[in-house]
């Protein structure tokens, strides 16, 4: 792990574990977006890190054209586990994006 990332996780006093999750239970989700599956307003579906079906209720469009613009940056997704059939399922409640980095060429 980068120094930086380091340093974020003993800040907030997270640590990476792997493990069974249980239907009902809130857990912060350390990824990315990597596909939208649904941009619809008030229903937004996104796929977190390959394999998680995220449920949103984003009803704000320009929220939705942020959400794509952040796909593929590193978040915390807090979402609550609804199902485990055919994947993982869950309905998002959260997401906290880092700050946006800076180059200068």
């Known amino acids: ?5 380091q340093n974020f996780f003993d ?11 249980e ?12 596909k939208l599956l649904d941009e619809t307003p008030g229903k937004v579906v996104v796929e ?3 394999s998680i079906r995220a449920h949103m209720s984003i ?13 593929f940056e590193p978040g ?6 609804t199902s ?5 399922n869950v309905d998002c409640s959260t997401v906290v994006f880092g700050k946006r ?3 200068s060429a």
């Open 59 to 71: 009803p704000d469009t320009d929220k939705v054209n942020l959400l794509k613009e952040r796909a």
């Open 23 to 34: 239907i009902g239970h809130t857990y912060p989700i350390y990824g990315m977006i990597t």
């Open 1 to 5: 792990m980068e120094t930086g990332e």
């Open 84 to 88: 485990k059939e055919d994947g993982i």
């Open 48 to 50: 977190l890190n390959f």
């Open 76 to 81: 915390i997704f807090v979402s609550t586990v």
């Open 101 to 103: 980095q800076q180059y």
């Open 11 to 21: 800040k907030f006093g997270l640590e990476v574990t792997s493990g069974e999750v």
